[in-house]
């Protein structure tokens, strides 16, 4: 029993230490620099505001057209990309892909009425979006759904001068069948 306890023990200590360890690590340099948002003028950051907010509009008009080659051109395809999917699945930007495409395949139509957004800019090279909106979709069999609430948060950063999403996650209410 002793022994049980001491190697439980052992575990928890190594463990903290390795945290310890990882978290009083200098972080990795990076050669960009940014401006944070409080050093930010207004007009700077309503600018910034003013991009992501076209950038999201059109975004959700190619969503509406299921053209998922189109749609995938917003994020970036790296292997620190992250997706976050509704059903609770965590992803990379091919699973993302993939899991779109299988969707936009199996509608005739799709529209998204946004309901609220929040653009909040971190730094001038960094932002995090956030949505609520209802999405109606027709499948190709004819059959109507309604997605009540659709909630998503991307965060975008700047990358050779264009803004694109290196995280998405998305939460859906199941969809309700309309007659």
């Known amino acids: 029993m ?3 306890q001491v190697s439980q023990m052992l575990a928890v200590v190594t463990a903290l230490f ?4 990882g978290c009083s690590s200098p972080a990795k340099e990076t050669p960009t620099e940014t401006t944070a948002m409080s050093a930010m003028a207004p007009e700077q950051k309503q600018a910034i505001e003013q991009e992501i907010s076209s950038l999201v509009k059109e975004f959700f008009r190619q969503v509406e057209k299921l053209d998922i080659e189109t749609c995938m051109s917003y994020f970036e395809s790296t292997p620190d990309f992250q997706a976050v ?10 699973a993302l892909k993939k899991l779109n ?6 509608m005739k139509t799709l529209s998204a009425v946004p309901l609220k957004e929040a653009i909040r800019v971190l730094t001038d090279s960094l932002v995090l979006y956030t ?15 309604k997605f009540e609430h659709v909630a998503g948060t991307m965060l975008f ?8 999403a290196t995280f998405y996650q998305e939460s859906a209410s199941a969809p309700v069948a309309v007659k």
């Open 101 to 106: 495409a299988d969707g936009f395949s199996q």
């Open 85 to 94: 999917n509704p059903d609770g699945t965590f992803g990379d930007y091919n």
């Open 18 to 21: 390795l945290f310890a360890a």
């Open 157 to 164: 950063t700047k990358i050779n001068g264009a803004w694109k």
């Open 2 to 4: 002793k022994t049980n």
């Open 131 to 145: 949505f609520t909106m209802e999405q109606n979709a027709t499948l190709k069999t004819g059959q109507k759904l």
